[in-house]
């Protein structure tokens, strides 16, 4: 069962499906975003779940941040096929685009928390 809730398995959370869908399109300069690319979104979501898929993980975590470029890469594939964007790309050409661009923010973010730059708030709340 999904829930909304952290602090138990299979949480539903607009996180786990908007940073791809908006990496997709940015990298793709859709002019809309269609139905049927967010469709595309949630059955990339459900691929990278595939053979690991069990009562208690029917969704990856925000963790496992591999998923977002392949949910980017399927926004932006369908985008082109349906003619609302404006740079086309390959599956692997933005999957490789994507990827690229969240490892260095995560990277980013990382070295900001080692070098005590920012807080990590949830660790504050803990």
């Known amino acids: 069962m999904a829930t909304g809730r952290s602090d138990f398995p299979n949480q539903v959370n ?3 499906v908007f940073p791809g869908v908006f990496r997709g399109a940015l990298d793709a300069r859709v002019r809309t975003i269609t ?16 053979d690991k898929l069990s009562e208690d ?9 591999d998923f977002y470029p392949r949910v ?3 926004v932006a594939v ?3 096929e349906q003619g609302v964007a404006r740079k086309s790309l390959s599956w ?14 995560r990277l980013m973010i990382e070295t900001l928390y080692g070098k005590g ?3 990590d708030l949830l660790s504050d709340l803990a």
């Open 14 to 16: 607009n996180s786990l």
């Open 35 to 50: 139905d049927e690319m967010v469709i595309a979104a949630a059955q990339e979501i459900a691929n990278f779940v595939g």
């Open 57 to 65: 993980k029917i969704l990856p975590t925000m963790e496992e941040w």
């Open 72 to 74: 980017a890469a399927a």
């Open 78 to 80: 369908k985008a082109a």
């Open 92 to 105: 692997r050409e933005e999957y490789n685009r994507a990827k690229e661009f969240i490892a260095n923010a």
């Open 117 to 119: 730059l920012i807080r």
